[in-house]
């Protein structure tokens, strides 16, 4: 959609008061939206960083025991 500025100007104020502050709105949540995006700078990930500090248990797949759902109910 390519409108005039002349248009997009006559459409925007036969709007509502409280419409047109509505379109400001979204207009500048997309702006500021847009200027985030671009002064975003993601660090590649490093692997290994805690390789050797996570111990999983020996038991770890073997089925949790009754009392564990029944919090001790049994």
């Avoid at 995006?37 to 949790?64: A, C, W």
């Amino acid at each position: 959609m390519n409108l005039s500025i002349e248009e997009l100007t006559t459409t925007f104020c036969s709007l509502p008061e409280q419409d047109q502050q509505e379109v400001f709105d979204f207009m500048y949540f997309l702006k500021t939206k847009s200027a985030r995006v671009q002064t975003k700078h993601y660090k590649p990930l490093k692997l290994g960083l805690f390789k050797g500090q996570i111990r999983m248990s020996n038991d770890f797949n073997e089925p949790l025991p009754d009392s564990f759902w029944l919090e001790g109910k049994l």
